[in-house]
């Protein structure tokens, strides 16, 4: 399933980099109960509880950061298993300057597989593209939140 959008930060490319290269900060903007712990640079680990309908569950996750450009091009690999389910995806995400804003494009590619995907893509499609714009909503809000400065 392919997803994207795009949103503006009022904060400086340099400083929403690195927001996204902390997987603490990162991951503290998931809606969803979770707990993360970084591995390395490169990798952190850890369970998300959520659910589609009526199918709630926790799902462990592994990801993964890979540079493609910084401070502009990056992309996270994400690979998770709960519910009898498989859960990968490839974020990428494509930050450049607007203005006084940062401009932050995402695609991505979702691929489920089990009980979680016989559900249908059109509940699935739904409730990711809920997730994802909630999450990238509360990226906004973390960073302009913490200073309203454009660095």
């Known amino acids: ?10 904060s400086s490319v340099d400083r929403v980099w690195r927001f996204l290269l902390d997987p603490r ?3 503290s903007c998931l809606e969803d109960r979770h707990r993360f712990t970084p591995v390395d640079a490169q990798h952190f ?13 926790t799902f462990r996750l592994t ?28 974020v990428l995400i494509d930050l450049s300057r607007v203005d006084d804003f940062t ?8 691929t489920l597989a089990g ?8 509940l699935f499609r739904g409730t990711v593209e809920r997730k994802a714009m909630g999450f990238f909503e509360n990226l906004r809000r973390s ?9």
């Open 1 to 10: 399933m392919h997803l994207e959008g795009e949103f503006r930060i009022r």
């Open 25 to 27: 900060a990162l991951l």
């Open 45 to 57: 680990e850890g369970e998300v509880t959520s659910g589609i309908g009526i199918m709630q569950g």
């Open 63 to 90: 990801g993964t950061y890979v540079i493609r450009e910084a401070p502009s091009s990056l992309v996270v690999l994400l690979h998770g298993r709960g519910l009898g389910s498989t859960l990968d995806a490839e």
């Open 103 to 110: 401009s932050l494009r995402w695609r991505a590619e979702t």
């Open 115 to 122: 009980p979680v995907a016989s559900l249908g893509e059109r």
């Open 143 to 151: 960073l302009e939140g913490a200073s309203t400065t454009t660095d």
